[in-house]
């Protein structure tokens, strides 16, 4: 089954201790993403990856880490959580083969309080 | 800046109404214009996309329409059902956006609760 993962999918933490979510999808997608939902704020893109070792910032980059040094995986690290990042976060994924415009594909959420 | 402006943040309507929900956007470089759907703790889904070259693009009760010269498209779920309630977010993007390729630009969502 085609999908984009998450763990974990709950999380609760204290300010400054370091977490990384992983994110992993099995449809061999280029593009990469994570965004974070907060009420009335819609979604907000963190990061992207367009490939291996290839990252960019996007609206919300402050506080965040990400990597890309496989396709499949794009894990987002939080090197010292604080209580502006409790959020719901998303992994997404989409293919760019032949351009972009194509389904971006979310995993299920992580949602994480830092206390 | 935002690039995609979306209203209203929340709709109720009545079982077997019209929905609408209205976006805009301002970089004529965009030419993909999708609409997500995200039913209470589930990530969203592509719901239904339409491309510039044309002006209106119907799937099941769902419709796209797409306005050009202003700049705007809406989405338009026809007999709307209780379990239509859900976010929607409109969201546009370049296919061939160079470093932004796969990039998607989405607005601030909109809450709807179809009452039965």
């Known amino acids: 089954e085609a999908q984009v993962t998450q763990n974990p999918r709950y999380l609760i933490t204290v300010t400054g201790k370091k977490l990384t979510v992983t994110c992993s999808q099995n449809m061999n997608h280029e593009y990469m993403s994570w965004y974070r939902q907060d009420p009335g704020l819609g979604l907000r893109q963190i990061y992207y990856s367009m490939n291996v070792e290839v990252t960019d910032k996007g609206d919300v980059p402050e506080g965040y880490k990400v990597s890309r040094k496989e396709k499949r995986n794009f894990p987002l690290i939080l090197e010292s959580p604080s209580p502006n990042q409790t959020s719901l976060y998303f992994c997404?994924?989409?293919?760019?083969?032949?351009?972009?415009?194509?389904?971006?594909?979310f995993g299920p959420g992580t949602r994480l309080t830092v206390l | 800046q935002q690039q995609v402006k979306q209203s209203p943040q929340s709709l109720i309507v009545q079982k077997g109404g019209i929905s609408i929900i209205n976006c805009a956007y301002e970089n004529t470089a965009f030419d993909y214009f999708p609409w997500y759907q995200q039913f209470p703790g589930k990530g969203p889904a592509l719901l239904i996309a339409?491309?510039?070259?044309?002006s209106e693009k119907k799937e099941g009760r769902f419709t796209i329409s797409f306005n050009k010269s202003a700049k705007q498209f809406s989405l338009h779920i026809m007999d709307s059902q209780p379990g239509d309630s859900a976010t929607y977010f409109c969201?546009?993007?370049?296919?061939?956006?160079?470093?932004?390729?796969?990039?998607?630009?989405f607005g601030r969502g909109t809450q709807l609760t179809v009452w039965p």
């Open positions: 969201a546009a993007s370049m296919r061939w956006g160079g470093s932004t390729l796969g990039r998607l630009y």
């Open positions: 997404a994924s989409s293919s760019t083969l032949a351009g972009g415009g194509n389904e971006q594909f």
């Open positions: 339409i491309r510039p070259d044309v």
